[in-house]
């Protein structure tokens, strides 16, 4: 089997975020890791080149494919900010639907910027998102706050 190339890695979350190029970039990602390290309530860690990341669960699926993922993610990359939420888990979907201009993948939420949605059912949504892992997860999640 292929080793993973999403783990954990060593570099600093704080150097990566700082890096960016991009000032409107930098800046909204320093606040969806505002908002994450608030609503997990754990500091984020760099998984792989590019992924910043909050808490983890480890996954097995029937194939005997295995993994550890975190819980909650973002990825500020140079064309759009990639949240990894789950799209179509409920109420996830509902507050999909009223966000504003974005795209999305599988699991994925493309955004331009911060100032193209609705911060606040953002917020919502990266919330409901927690939830749900922690209902799915229950033996790994984090203490409740």
């Known amino acids: 089997m292929a080793e993973l190339k999403t783990k954990v890695s060593k570099s600093s979350v704080s150097v990566y975020l700082n890096a960016i190029p991009d000032a409107q970039r930098k800046?909204?990602?320093?606040?969806?890791?505002?908002?994450?390290q608030e609503i997990i309530g754990e500091k984020p860690k760099l998984w792989g080149p590019s992924i910043i990341g909050y808490g983890s669960y480890h996954y097995k699926y029937e194939s005997g494919h295995e993994g550890d993922m975190p819980r909650l993610a973002f990825s500020p990359r140079k064309n759009a900010l990639v949240?990894?939420?789950?799209?179509?888990?409920?109420?996830?979907?509902?507050?999909?639907?009223?966000?504003?201009?974005?795209?999305?993948?599988?699991?994925?939420?493309?955004?331009?910027?911060?100032?193209?949605?609705?911060?606040?059912?953002?917020?919502?949504?990266?919330?409901?998102?927690?939830?749900?892992?922690?209902?799915?997860?229950?033996?790994?999640?984090?203490?409740?706050?």
Not at 123 to 142: F, G, H, V
């Open 27 to 36: 800046q909204d990602a320093k606040q969806i890791d505002g908002w994450m």
């Open 83 to 145: 949240l990894y939420l789950m799209l179509g888990a409920e109420p996830v979907a509902m507050l999909l639907k009223k966000l504003g201009k974005y795209k999305s993948g599988k699991g994925c939420l493309y955004l331009r910027s911060l100032k193209d949605v609705d911060t606040n059912l953002l917020r919502d949504m990266i919330s409901a998102t927690l939830k749900y892992m922690n209902k799915k997860y229950p033996e790994q999640a984090p203490p409740s706050k």
